[in-house]
C-alpha cells in the first residue's frame, strides 16, 4: 500500500509539471509570441501574449527560466526600436525587465552557474554596440569589449570564455571568442571563408557545444547589387579550427540555429526555397549529425523561428516550491 501511494505521487508530479524542451518565436497569433513545445514539435504552448514584438528566448542553464528581446516601441511606428532584455519563469509568469536602460539592449546568454547574464548594448555609446555581463544577485553591469560592434555572446560550457559576432569595417561580420573578462579576442578562424560568389562572408549566432569543443553558427554571402545569395550552417573546433560545413539544401535561407539532443542535432529555423525570393514562411527544422536527415517540426501556416533547447530537467533539480514540498510528503512515507 506504501509503494502505491508513493507511486500514485510521482504520478502527480509528473502530471503537474509541464516539461518542454524547445523555446521558440511565432507569429501564429498574428504577432510575434514566444512558444515552447517538445523535442519533437509536439504539444506548443503560448508563454507571451503582449502587444510588443518579441525575440531571442534563451533557457536559463537550469531550465526555469527564460529570457528574451522586447522592442518596447514596436506599437509605435514613428519611434525608432528601444530593446530591452526581459526575463519570465520557464511557465510564462513573472515576466520583468532585466536590462531596463535607454539605449538599446540585445540577446544574449547565461553564464553556466546561472550567476551572470552577458547582452550585447548601446550603452557605451558613439553609435556602437558593445558586449556587457550583468551580475544578476546585485545587477551590476560591466563592459567586457571596446572594439566598435560586437554582439550576440555566447559563453561557453566551462564559463571561462565567451563567443560573439564582431563586424569589421569592409570584411564583413565574423566570429570571434575571447575570456569572459574580455580579454585575449581572437577570431574563430584564422583567415575568413571566401564567399562561393565572390561576395563578402557575414557569419552570425555563435553557440557552443554541449561539451565545450565545437562552435555552431550560421553563415551568410551577400554580393554588391544581388544580396544575399548563398547560406549555411557550419560547425567549428575550438582549437584545431577544423570546420564542417552541413549539408543544407543550397537555396534555403536560413534565420537562426542552436545545438539539440545534446549535441547530437542542430535546430535552425529556414525558408525553404527562400533565398532572392524575398522572406516567405519561415519553419524549423531538425538536422540529425549522426546520419545528416532533416526533419520539419512544426506543420504549422505560420513563421516560426529563433529558437533555443534544453535537456529535460529532472524532477529533483527542475521542479517549483509546491513539487518540492510534494517530494518531502514522499520522502516522509517512506520513512
Aim: aromatic letters at 10%; a positive charge.
Amino acid at each position: 500500500m506504501q509503494k502505491l501511494w508513493i507511486h500514485i505521487c510521482l504520478l502527480l508530479l509528473v502530471s503537474s509539471f509541464a516539461f518542454a524542451d524547445i523555446t521558440f518565436i511565432s507569429n501564429r497569433d498574428r504577432k510575434s509570441n514566444i512558444y515552447v513545445m517538445n523535442d519533437d514539435g509536439s504539444d506548443v504552448r503560448r508563454l507571451t501574449d503582449i502587444p510588443f514584438t518579441v525575440g531571442g528566448p534563451r533557457w536559463s542553464p537550469d531550465g526555469r527560466q527564460i529570457a528574451f528581446m522586447v522592442d518596447l516601441h514596436s506599437m509605435q511606428p514613428n519611434k525608432w526600436q528601444q530593446y530591452d532584455v526581459f526575463v519570465m519563469n520557464a511557465d510564462g509568469t513573472q515576466q520583468r525587465n532585466l536590462t531596463l536602460h535607454l539605449k538599446q539592449d540585445f540577446m544574449g546568454s547565461w553564464s553556466p552557474d546561472g550567476k551572470y547574464f552577458a547582452f550585447g548594448s548601446g550603452r557605451a555609446g558613439h553609435a556602437t554596440l558593445e558586449i556587457f555581463v550583468m551580475e544578476l544577485a546585485t545587477r551590476e553591469v560591466r563592459q567586457l569589449t571596446d572594439l566598435g560592434f560586437a554582439s550576440s555572446p555566447d559563453w561557453s560550457p566551462d564559463g571561462k570564455k565567451i563567443a560573439y559576432e564582431f563586424v569589421r569595417a569592409g570584411e564583413g561580420r565574423h566570429i570571434y571568442i575571447m575570456d569572459t573578462d574580455g580579454r585575449n579576442n581572437r577570431p574563430l578562424l584564422r583567415q575568413p571563408r571566401r564567399g562561393a560568389f565572390g561576395g563578402t562572408i557575414f557569419s552570425f549566432d555563435p553557440r557552443w557545444s554541449p561539451e565545450g569543443h565545437h562552435i555552431l553558427y550560421q553563415e551568410s554571402e551577400l554580393v554588391a547589387g544581388k544580396g544575399r545569395v548563398a547560406d549555411s550552417i557550419l560547425i567549428v573546433h575550438k582549437d584545431t579550427r577544423h570546420l564542417k560545413v552541413l549539408d543544407t539544401p543550397a537555396n534555403w535561407q536560413i534565420d537562426s540555429v542552436c545545438w539539440a539532443d545534446g549535441g547530437k542535432a542542430v535546430l535552425f529555423s529556414a525558408v525553404p526555397n527562400g533565398l532572392g525570393k524575398g522572406k516567405k514562411m519561415v519553419k524549423i527544422f531538425r538536422y540529425d549529425l549522426r546520419d545528416g536527415q532533416i526533419t520539419n517540426l512544426i506543420n504549422h501556416p505560420s513563421s516560426n523561428w529563433v529558437m533555443d533547447w534544453t535537456p529535460r530537467q529532472s524532477l529533483a533539480v527542475s521542479s517549483a516550491a509546491k513539487l518540492s514540498m510534494l517530494w518531502a510528503e514522499v520522502k516522509k512515507g517512506t520513512e
